[in-house]
């Protein structure tokens, strides 16, 4: 009997393009926390799908429990007493909590001895107890969209629970938390494994590592670096090896020199389709060459915030004016013409056309305009010579260049398709709305300095982040949302980490308000 | 009158019904179906030709091929149905189009197979099979309440059959572990994926349940309205009832009383004509009242209808 | 048995496998399949397929009958295939149009009757000259036509009423309505049709002598060909055509854009309707010169067909409609000529759609097969 609880060997698994695991081995004891580290597309998520059963390797072994085992779907990973927990919820939304934990499980009885049906109210007796047991209370008949991001997550592990899994993935299970939320979950996942549960958890956030971890496999471009000892490591260390070298946390930003007032937003309302107010009373103001960064947990208002000041939702109340002008009726595009450029949250969703080839794509707020067209009529050679301006200056990388389908290209190069072409409008307010998410490290370095080369040309910038490091490390001045309301806003010097989380859980804007 | 009204209103309104709750079973697994109008024609196509057979090897008053009918209807609709299953689930193909597509393709197919059957098997150049007229039930005491009692008045046995049907339907959808997994689907396959549930499975077999009981609706038309079948069985009651599902948005409580509406404004107006004395051409102008109803109330209810969240959507179960 | 199934996908690889034709390949694959589907169904009716087949062709003026009637000829033949031929090209295109704008627009025959009732009844029974009953004709028609779309795509946007629901009953409402004012002021006793309307206003010129030989002149094709052109140069050339592809697309990204989606989902769906109203011009007052009450045209469904199989091209439904109107036309000489039912044609035309509405899966299938091939090479290569 092997002393390993799981064993994953020479694991590889390709996708057309990329090799997302090369001959990766790793081992895991029982009882312990095992951490995987890398950047995102470093292929953690992959090799943990495999373990669950959600694709299998085109090569290697997995054993589990010293067995050999083809997990060849979720199904059998739990039978293998294997649960996770998404990266994206997998949660029906309109089921209560109890109907969600049961599915695929659920209890029967029978109606007059004959008619089988879903035993619900037992369940929700029996899942009400098991969120006792491990001290994530929850009430079970909640719906799921009335309950919070961090309720919801609950409910994914209580999932895990109720299926009886000795062994649980966590996939980023702290990228969408407050800082008070992280603090509690991994509080949780210290108690699962004093319970005797296995842990693995994914992440790219070294603190948590250091926090909860007993050892750390570090994966670099699909292939395993190194397995460390956390105790005995530094997240310094840890950081290199993730990258490959050496990183720089800090982001380089000189001293500000604000300008003139560019946008005021006052008293701002707005309301979403159901007509609840989801952004309520805010105002703020950002000056030219300043940084204001909205910190807020997901799902507080800062999209409907950003999306009003664009023109893509209505305002309900309250003002904005942008460079001493009333614009708060002004259709998008006048606005897109008074000076916003906007780097939306969903980039495939609203920055992009993506069956448009990407020369199409660079003039979409311009085509209407001379050079590209005159009296209506499209003038396709500038939309060629400006794309192979716009491919070149912002190092797009593309198979076919101008004439590239958007759809086929990298997360990465699509972003920096939209950063360029709004960057390019040489608007007087940008807004960049989670301009990092879901790219490299790299590439991330590379959009904060395009930030503060924006800043530095006297733009106002106007900055959303669920991260809260991107928050701290490039503000100028923070404001912190709340369930629709700025809670507070101040020069980022004055703010710790820590009062700006408080703010995000809404703990303490309710005095400091008048 | 007014018994004219329920009787009629009733018998219209609850073949909607079940090929709306049909539809609600495909639409809340994810699927869009518009597909409905064929499946009901092609049911119904399958149901006449198994009728017109047994009718010549029984005796005139045998019930039998009544309730064959409905039955082959039923199995005929769903057979046909998985060809919109195969293209939405298996093929991944545009599942608007693909609703239309299967529309034509009925209409088609039926109509040709109509003539070629009728000259091959009973060589005759007729374009349509001619059913029983089906028998009326009649409760005694219950039939006799004023205004309710027509409820119970003139009943077409199917009208029993729907009923029966749609209380199975309902318990299935609300109270069952499949139907908790076909409403699952339609809101968050992913989560159902992960709970080791097959999503393309639920799909297909709500896809053909939808089949099945648009094939008994089109079969209980065919004998309602004229005792045989037809190509005049496309009449758009396919997408009566689709607008009937969704001011009921996707639930079988409210979509019966959508339905309701419908058979009684239908059977209103015929009334209508017939107690002014109008000429008979006014029909025309009366049987665009359901249509203009259903327009005027999807603008009422369309702008905030709860549309099953992943309706439409494609699920790829390898994509990242 | 492993090593046939390979070169069965090495052909197909081979005749499908190239993107850059793909938009011309698949179709053709599609119609091929659909016409042996056909073929073997009319086997099975102790038929000749060929025989069949060319019989449509002979229907349709494109080959020589064995005899002609008195005045008649190839030519005729081609001309009155040409004179059916015209409403179907506008009516894909009106399908097209809204395709592009990522609406579907079922509602083509009910646009149909509406503009040629409406043209009908104030032109078509009118003594205008022909100089003025002509054009008037056709704005008309284009008038009405765009006003149904137009309605379609208002309840669209500002209601979020599914377009084809929308269509669907709309419809019914204009056949319905027709059926009873033809039926209460205009039938023609003997036919049940409408009455006939003047030769002046109709778009189709009857019995012109050519040569030997007595032909109906289409008037309307010329139209047909040019708006044609002028709507690939619309989506191929204009800022209004990027508009409307952007919507079609991403109707999200558009609204970001600044693009003012609900407005262009509207002119959208008038230009979709008012083609449909000019292929309801050529179709009832130029083919045919009465309306059949509470019957919408077929061609406003096999429209559909064309359009995918053109895939939305106006070139590529120039094709499409001549080879599916080839099947239409020819389908009443073929039933009289080989004893098949003619309603065989609309399920060819059924089949040729439903292997269209296959594209997407057939072009992955052949991506996939194609992504193995190379795979192997490689790996022989590295061998």
């Known amino acids: ?514 | 009158m007014l018994d004219k009204i329920i009787i009629d209103g009733l018998s219209f309104a609850l073949p909607l019904f079940v090929m709306a709750i049909g539809g609600i079973y495909s639409e809340r697994s994810g699927i869009t179906n518009l597909a409905l109008e064929g499946l009901q024609g092609a049911g119904a196509f399958v149901g006449a030709l198994v009728a017109t057979f047994l009718m010549m090897a029984l005796p005139s008053e045998s019930q039998i091929p009544y309730y064959a009918a409905m039955f082959t209807a039923m199995i005929g609709g769903m057979l046909y149905a998985m060809l919109h299953a195969v293209l939405c689930v298996n093929f991944k193909a545009n599942q608007v189009i693909s609703g239309v597509v299967i529309n034509i393709l009925a209409m088609a197919l039926t109509v040709f197979l109509t003539k070629v059957v009728n000259r091959i098997a009973f060589g005759a150049a007729s374009d349509k099979f001619l059913l029983n007229v089906s028998s009326r039930w009649t409760i005694p005491g219950l039939s006799s309440i004023p205004i309710v009692g027509a409820v119970f008045k003139d009943i077409y046995p199917f009208e029993v059959i729907i009923v029966l049907v749609a209380i199975i339907a309902w318990y299935v959808l609300y109270r069952t572990r499949y139907g908790m997994h076909v409403r699952a689907c339609g809101d968050n396959p992913q989560a159902v994926d992960a709970a080791g549930i097959d999503v393309a499975k639920i799909r297909f077999s709500a896809v053909m349940i939808s089949g099945a009981l648009s094939g008994l609706a089109g079969m209980c038309f065919a004998y309602s309205i004229s005792a045989k079948y037809a190509s005049t069985i496309y009449v758009g009651y396919g997408y009566l009832s689709i607008a009937a599902l969704i001011f009921g948005s996707w639930k079988i409580l409210p979509t019966l009383g959508a339905c309701l509406l419908f058979g009684f404004a239908k059977s209103a107006g015929h009334q209508i004509v017939q107690v002014l004395e109008m000429p008979s051409s006014y029909s025309d102008l009366v049987m665009v009242f359901p249509y203009v109803l259903t327009l005027l109330l999807l603008i009422f209810f369309s702008k905030h209808n709860a549309a099953p969240k992943a309706l439409g959507e494609i699920y790829d179960k390898g994509k990242r | 048995m492993k090593q046939k199934n390979n070169s069965i996908a090495k052909f197909f690889v081979k005749m499908l496998g190239n993107e850059k034709y793909q938009f011309i390949t698949i179709p053709v694959f599609s119609i091929i399949v659909s016409l042996l589907v056909g073929a073997i169904v009319i086997l099975l009716l102790g038929k000749n397929p060929v025989e069949a087949y060319g019989n449509l062709l002979q229907g349709s003026g494109l080959l020589m009958k064995e005899k002609y009637a008195g005045g008649k000829g190839m030519l005729t033949d081609f001309l009155s295939f040409v004179d059916y031929w015209t409403p179907m090209i506008f009516a894909a295109l009106a399908v097209a149009v809204a395709l592009k704008a990522g609406l579907f627009n079922i509602g083509v025959s009910g646009q149909m009757l509406a503009a040629g009732f409406i043209a009908s009844v104030t032109v078509g029974y009118s003594t205008l000259a022909a100089p003025i009953a002509k054009p008037l004709v056709i704005i008309i028609c284009f008038v009405v036509g765009s006003l149904v779309g137009g309605l379609i795509g208002f309840l669209k946007h500002k209601f979020n009423i599914n377009e084809v629901v929308s269509s669907i009953m709309l419809n019914y409402i204009v056949q319905y309505v027709t059926a009873f004012f033809i039926y209460t002021k205009y039938v023609d006793p003997v036919s049940r049709q409408s009455k006939n309307i003047a030769d002046a206003a109709r778009l189709t010129l009857k019995n012109v002598e050519i040569g030997a030989l007595k032909g109906d002149i289409p008037l309307g094709i010329i139209l047909a060909v040019i708006v044609a052109f002028i709507i690939k140069y619309v989506f191929d050339k204009t800022t209004f055509g990027y508009e409307i592809k952007a919507i079609g697309f991403n109707t999200n990204a558009s609204k970001y854009a600044g693009i003012n989606v609900g407005k262009n989902m509207v002119i959208a769906m008038m230009i979709s309707g008012g083609l449909a109203g000019l292929a309801g011009a050529t179709y009832y007052l130029g083919y045919f010169c009465s309306m059949q009450p509470k019957v919408l045209a077929a061609t406003g469904y096999d429209a559909i067909a064309v359009s995918l199989l053109g895939n939305s091209n106006p070139m590529g439904i120039l094709a499409s409609s001549f080879l599916i109107n080839i099947i239409n036309k020819g389908s009443t000489y073929m039933s009289s000529k080989a004893g098949l039912d003619a309603e065989i044609a609309s399920v060819i035309t059924g089949l040729i759609l439903l292997f269209s509405a296959c594209g997407a899966y057939i072009q992955y299938l052949v991506k996939k097969n194609k992504d193995k091939i190379e795979e192997n090479k490689k790996a022989k290569g590295e061998a």
């Open chain 1, 1 to 514: 009997m092997s002393d390993y609880i799981i064993e994953m060997k020479n694991i590889t698994k390709k996708f057309p393009g990329i090799v997302a695991n090369d001959s990766v081995s790793i081992q895991i004891k029982k009882g312990e926390v095992y951490a995987l580290l890398g950047e995102n597309g470093a292929g953690k998520s992959t090799l943990m799908s495999m373990l669950f059963g959600m694709y299998e390797p085109d090569e290697g072994e997995i054993y589990v429990r010293g067995k050999k085992e083809t997990i060849s779907s979720p199904k059998y990973a739990t039978q293998l007493n294997i649960g996770m927990v998404h990266q994206h919820f997998k949660l029906v939304s309109n089921f209560t909590i109890t109907e969600n934990i049961i599915m695929g499980m659920e209890p029967q009885k029978k109606f007059l001895g004959i008619l089988p049906y879903v035993d619900v109210k037992g369940s929700d007796k029996k899942i009400a107890e098991l969120s006792r047991e491990y001290g994530l209370e929850v009430d079970p008949t909640k719906r799921i969209d009335e309950i919070n991001v961090s309720t919801q997550q609950r409910v994914e592990i209580l999932k895990m629970l109720y299926r009886e899994a000795e062994i649980l993935i966590f996939d980023e299970p702290t990228a969408v938390l407050t800082p008070q939320e992280i603090e509690f979950l991994l509080d949780i996942i210290k108690g699962l494994k004093e319970a005797g549960k296995t842990i693995i958890l994914i992440t790219h956030k070294l603190e948590e590592i250091k926090k909860v971890a007993d050892r750390c496999a570090i994966l670099c471009k699909g292939k395993l670096v190194d397995v460390l000892d956390v105790a005995t490591t530094s997240t310094k260390e840890m950081a290199n090896k993730m990258v490959g070298r050496e990183v720089n946390f800090e982001v380089d930003k000189p001293e500000p020199h604000y300008g003139k007032e560019v946008l005021s937003v006052q008293n701002l309302t707005v309301k979403d389709d159901n007509g609840f107010d989801v952004v309520k009373n805010a105002s703020f103001s950002i000056r030219g060459g300043e940084i204001l960064a909205i910190a807020g947990v997901s799902g507080n208002g800062q999209v409907e915030l950003a999306d009003a000041i664009a023109g893509l939702m209505p305002a309900a109340g309250g003002k904005i004016i942008l460079n001493g002008q009333d614009i708060t009726h002004d259709n998008i595009r006048k606005r897109i013409d008074d000076g916003i450029a906007y780097i939306p949250e969903d980039r495939q969703k609203y920055g992009l056309i993506l069956d448009f080839q990407l020369k199409e794509n660079f003039p979409l707020k311009n085509y209407c305009k001379e050079p590209f067209s005159k009296k209506g009529i499209l003038n396709y050679s500038e939309f060629d010579s400006f794309g192979e301006k716009l491919i070149e200056k912002y190092d797009i990388r593309s198979g076919q260049g101008n004439k590239t389908i958007v759809r086929s290209m990298s997360g990465g190069n699509q972003q920096k398709a939209i950063i360029a072409r709004e960057v390019e409008q040489d608007a007087s307010l940008v807004i960049f709305v989670q301009p990092t998410r879901g790219l490299d490290i790299g590439a991330i370095e590379n959009i904060h300095k395009q930030i503060v080369a924006e800043r530095e040309k006297g733009k106002a910038i106007l900055l959303i982040s669920l991260e809260l490091d991107e928050v701290m490390s490039l503000a100028d001045t923070i404001a912190v949302i709340y369930s629709g309301e700025i809670l507070k806003v101040a020069d980022a010097k004055t703010l710790s980490v820590k009062e700006v989380g408080e703010f995000m859980m809404g703990v303490k804007g309710n005095e400091t308000k008048k």
